[in-house]
């Protein structure tokens, strides 16, 4: 059973960096991903990366602003997020999955494992 751990989240000012990390139990992730919620609307994709070759995927929201990273010798996904706006306020999670597919990594719908969530506030 693979066990997903979130940490960083918080409260910062427009245009404050914040970096995010996801502990993994057990290996074997084909791919890692973070996503957010933002209050009242739905889950939506910031970024994922393939474990093994390190080649990401970003969104259009953040693309610029935030970088998505591992390191494999401590099973450790990053998020790095930079120039943050009011906007990125939202809970992140992360995701994993051992067999999921490029055209999929975008879709929470097909990540079998969750982190429990860390709440990022960006406010002045």
């Known amino acids: 059973q693979v066990q997903l751990v979130e940490s960083g989240g918080g409260l910062v000012q427009p245009g404050d960096s914040l970096k995010l990390s996801c502990g993994a139990s057990?290996?074997?992730?084909?791919?890692m991903g973070w996503f957010r919620r933002p209050p009242g609307k739905e889950r939506e994709f910031v970024a994922a990366?393939?474990?093994?070759?390190?080649?990401?995927y970003t969104a259009d929201s953040v693309k610029g602003r935030f970088t998505i990273s591992r390191d494999k010798s401590k099973n450790t996904m990053f998020l790095q997020m930079n120039s943050l706006k009011p906007e990125d306020t939202g809970v992140y999670y992360c995701?994993?999955?051992?067999?999921?597919?490029?055209?999929?990594?975008?879709?929470?719908?097909?990540?079998?494992?969750w982190g429990q969530g860390t709440q990022v506030t960006v406010s002045s």
């Open positions: 057990g290996g074997g992730m084909r791919a």
């Open positions: 995701a994993a999955d051992p067999s999921i597919i490029q055209s999929s990594m975008f879709d929470s719908r097909y990540y079998s494992y």
């Open positions: 990366i393939k474990w093994s070759s390190g080649h990401t």
